[in-house]
């Protein structure tokens, strides 16, 4: 069967033969860039094998064309097969400094560039964790009580 890349800590539980492994993101640009960071998982194994990842928000499958190109927010990569190619491209052609800084979005966006299938995430763990944190502060409801969201 194929690889699939997935983010860091996405596995959860298999059912079949899955190996897990690790994925070396060995250029400095996707390795900085993309939001996968440097180590990714890996996971392989038979056809008939079924890997459980965890994801947040609305979860989208897309199947990419040989050359075909999504461009996502760089947090909302999942995985994808190992034949997908990983890049990065500049938000904001013209006026990428505003867009960067006041835009909300950052420098860059992740490319996933086909074939093969991909899988992507409307809400990151951190995201989820900082609405959570927003929530529980903007709530004052001035009873003392600490709550620390980790």
Do not use: W
């Not at 996707?30 to 056809?47: E, M, P």
């Not at 990983?86 to 904001?92: D, E, K, R, S, V």
């Amino acid at each position: 069967g194929k690889s699939f890349i997935a983010q860091s800590g996405a596995y959860m539980a298999e059912l079949g033969d899955v190996d897990v492994g690790c994925n070396l993101d060995l250029s400095l640009t996707t390795c900085c860039c993309a939001g996968l960071g440097l180590c990714r998982q890996k996971l392989s194994g038979s056809d008939d094998s079924i890997a459980f990842l965890s994801a947040g928000g609305t979860i989208v499958y897309k199947h990419l064309n040989d050359g075909e190109v999504i461009t996502v927010d760089s947090g909302s990569v999942v995985g994808f097969e190992d034949s997908v190619g990983l890049g990065i491209t500049f938000n904001g052609r013209v006026f990428g400094c505003c867009t960067c800084c006041f835009g909300g979005e950052g420098c860059f966006s992740t490319t996933l560039k086909g074939p093969g299938k991909v899988y992507m995430q409307s809400m990151s763990f951190s995201r989820f964790k900082a609405a959570v944190a927003q929530t529980i502060e903007d709530r004052g409801d001035g009873s003392g009580a600490d709550v620390n969201v980790a």
